[in-house]
């Protein structure tokens, strides 16, 4: 059974690469299993379900050992990027803030419908002298 992957979901980037990657092996050839996360050997039921949760602890080790070992330039970027986040975040609530009073505003200000012209408007012309040659 083929899932579409919305292009705004979670994890979206892996998820497709796995769909492609199933395409290129064979769509029945390729299983993908949602293992869940911090559950113990105890609550496992067989081989496969302990194979699938030491596997899945072991990558969580995996790369809490690689995020620690990150060099300090990278958590400094981080750090940057995460201040920048919260200030566009808090600038965009402002923006949503301000339009939603001003549509508020307007709900409250009747439209004034313009006045019928009671005289013609003629159109402005200039006249161009012609210069000598």
Request: one cysteine or more; proline letters at 5%; aromatic letters at 4%.
């Amino acid at each position: 059974m083929s899932v579409m992957v919305s292009l705004n979901a979670k994890h979206c980037d892996l998820l497709r690469s796995m769909q492609q990657l199933a395409l290129e092996i064979g769509v029945g050839c390729v299983d993908a299993l949602k293992v869940p996360a911090h559950t113990s050997l105890q609550a496992c039921n067989n081989d496969l379900e302990r194979w699938l949760i030491t596997g899945n602890d072991l990558a969580d080790k995996a790369a809490k050992s690689a995020n620690a070992a990150r060099p300090a330039e990278v958590w400094t970027l981080w750090d940057h990027m995460a201040e920048q986040l919260c200030t566009q975040r808090a600038q965009a609530d402002l923006i949503r803030a301000h339009i939603v009073a001003v549509a508020k505003l307007w709900q409250d200000v009747p439209i004034m419908q313009p006045r019928a012209s009671t005289h013609s408007c003629p159109g402005r012309f200039v006249s161009v002298a012609s210069s000598p040659l």
